[in-house]
């Protein structure tokens, strides 16, 4: 985001919320190696829009924090829960491909 829609997005936090206007930040714990290589490790065989929706929900934590700031404990929350999505789809995806795969017709 550059500086002027960052410096728009406080104004707007301001205006509506009528609070002193914040400057937004993720915890510094989230970004060591070790967590950038688990939270690469549990988004793997996510599709462009799983990884969209992961940071619209970031985004909403992001913007309803008071502190306008995430912790830890927030991310991974938002993590796993996609995570956990991801799965459940990556399953019902099986379960349709089954189906259909018994209901093949084969042409001779």
């Not at 960052?6 to 914040?22: D, E, G, I």
């Not at 915890?27 to 929706?53: C, M, N, P, W």
């Not at 970031?58 to 799965?87: A, P």
């Amino acid at each position: 985001m550059n500086k002027q829609s960052t410096s728009f997005l406080s104004r707007w936090r301001h205006h509506f919320n009528k609070n002193k206007a914040v400057a937004m930040s993720i915890d510094r714990a989230i970004l060591t190696s070790s967590h950038v290589d688990e939270l690469i490790s549990a988004t793997r065989g996510f599709s462009g829009k799983e990884i969209y929706q992961v940071m619209i929900l970031l985004q909403e934590k992001l913007n309803s924090s008071s502190s306008g700031c995430i912790d830890f404990r927030t991310f991974w929350d938002v993590i796993q829960r996609k995570v956990k999505d991801h799965q459940h789809f990556q399953t019902k995806l099986g379960e349709h491909e089954l189906i259909d795969s018994e209901n093949d017709v084969e042409f001779v």
